[in-house]
């Protein structure tokens, strides 16, 4: 009996010390992050990045200490991430918009990304040139004279209407490839950049701070949101899941749905493509309503540069029950960047008028794109 007793209590030592290893272990690992977030690395990349910003004795270090946002942001997140602060903002309702050309990315070399996009595939593509239609040729040439200089109200939407038809058919996975083949091409006004990295530095670490600081970012872009995600998902500049991405749209169709209707059409093993069909420009009043369709919260914080992003930023600083700010781009720049003098003087006079805070692209940056890039004067 007595030896019996001894063996039940050398077999539960035994069990214990195991126990008491294996906690030690899995401390050790939460500690070092193994299995934070579970196992979404590309989730962890933008956990980490944040981390790294959030250590950063100047998080802001590309923007020069006299920039207004400088000061103006790093003293916002202050009083808004104090727990027990008047200004207080829960994790959960920390939510800032973007806008995208010209707010985060190149926008004029000479024109927006889907633009240039839209050329090379029109007028260039040796493989679809030849089979572009008559209004996508039109469009094409609508679009250089706009960047010469002409007024064209209706080209936003015919440009819409011109990419569905000139990208149809494609799975999201081919033409995802082919925006990253493209962006491999070198931007026409610069040396040093190509066309996938024409990011504003000073303004990702924007994104890394308020990320740092648990604030969720959308992006809400005029561009086509199949552009736009297969431009980020290819990027190694920003890491903003797909599903914080916001743009215009078109349909998306079975490979064998034909002229039926998604209601009467269903899926079986055809393969999911781009349809021909243009839905919306997402600009103007169209961006605060799909901030309320997708995100379903009002921001808090807004960032544009025209007057296309004036009603999303409206939207985050008025009639909000928290404390609120909204920033407008000026591309005053002509030396760095092909500015607009007559545009960011507009920019600034309309931040005036509507309690936006303006920023100086010539002034408020230390860089724009990085060392090794040079402006070589605007493209023709």
Request: hydrophobic share 35%; aromatic share 10%; with cysteine.
């Amino acid at each position: 009996m007595e030896e019996k007793m001894k063996k039940q209590l050398t077999v539960f030592k035994v069990i214990s010390v195991v126990l008491c290893v294996a906690l030690i272990i899995v401390s050790v690992c939460y500690i070092a992050g193994v299995g934070y977030k579970g196992s979404d690395t590309s989730q962890r990349s933008v956990v980490d990045k944040s981390i790294t910003s959030s250590k950063s004795s100047d998080p802001l270090s590309l923007w020069n200490d006299s920039a207004k946002l400088k000061s103006e942001l790093t003293s916002y997140v202050k009083d808004v991430t104090k727990e027990g602060g008047k200004d207080f903002i829960p994790v959960a309702d920390r939510i800032a918009v973007f806008d995208f050309d010209g707010t985060l990315f190149n926008e004029t070399d000479p024109y927006y990304f889907d633009f240039a996009l839209y050329l090379y595939r029109v007028t260039e593509d040796p493989e679809y040139k030849d089979k572009a239609s008559d209004f996508e040729k039109e469009v094409a040439n609508r679009i250089l004279a706009v960047v010469n200089g002409a007024k064209d109200d209706a080209l936003m939407q015919d440009h819409g209407r011109a990419i569905a038809t000139a990208f149809q058919g494609m799975t999201i996975d081919e033409f995802n490839e082919y925006v990253r083949k493209f962006m491999q091409m070198d931007m026409p006004s610069y040396t040093g950049l190509q066309r996938g990295d024409g990011f504003y530095k000073p303004m990702l670490q924007v994104i890394d701070y308020l990320e740092a600081n648990d604030f969720k970012v959308f992006i809400v872009t005029g561009t086509d949101d199949i552009i736009n995600r297969g431009l980020i998902a290819n990027s190694t500049l920003l890491n903003v899941p797909m599903e914080q991405i916001i743009g215009s749209n078109q349909t998306i169709v079975g490979a064998n749905q034909g002229d039926k209707d998604g209601l009467q059409y269903t899926l079986r093993d055809d393969k999911v493509v781009l349809g021909n069909e243009f839905i919306i420009k997402n600009l103007n009043m169209n961006k605060v309503s799909a901030i309320v369709q997708k995100i379903g919260k009002q921001p808090v914080l807004a960032f544009g540069n025209s007057s296309s992003d004036a009603s999303m930023l409206n939207y985050a600083i008025n009639n909000n029950n928290y404390k609120a700010g909204a920033y407008m781009l000026c591309c005053d720049d002509l030396d760095r960047e092909n500015g607009n003098t007559s545009k960011a003087e507009k920019m600034v006079k309309e931040s005036e008028e509507n309690r936006w805070t303006p920023v100086s692209m010539k002034n408020d940056w230390k860089t724009i794109y990085g060392d090794g890039v040079t402006y070589k004067g605007a493209a023709k």
